[in-house]
């Protein structure tokens, strides 16, 4: 297993979110992103989307509290042979949450190649 500072890790995962397009980002209300170490489920999953998809939600008012995007640490680190993986890695984890945001179904993520 990979080793990595927690502030080493959240400086990829920082990296990763600027390596996605202005586009994408924009789109994005009301989402925070955050490195857990793992599930509290134990599960492998890598990361999760907690929140209203763009296809499900109403209108946000004041107040409301944030959709998450979680980044498992210890799993990405557990499931990743080197640094050059990880970095893939991340990226792709963040794209496929990122998608579920959009509303888009874990079979068309899959087909698009992001998970």
Excluded: K
Excluded at 77 to 90: K, Y
Excluded at 95 to 111: L, M, Q, S
């Amino acid at each position: 297993m990979l080793e990595m500072s927690h502030e080493e890790f959240e400086s990829l995962v920082a990296d990763g979110l600027d390596s996605l397009s202005d586009e994408m980002m924009s789109q994005l209300d009301n989402v925070i992103f955050l490195v857990e170490d793992h599930p509290e489920d134990g599960s492998d999953l890598l990361g999760v989307y907690e929140g209203y998809s763009l296809q499900d939600r109403g209108a946000y008012g004041f107040g409301e509290e944030p959709d998450r995007i979680i980044l498992f640490r210890e799993n990405l680190l557990a499931h990743c042979e080197d640094r050059e993986e990880l970095v893939r890695e991340i990226r792709v984890t963040l794209v496929h949450e990122i998608a579920h945001f959009f509303g888009i179904t874990e079979e068309r993520i899959h087909e698009l190649g992001w998970g």
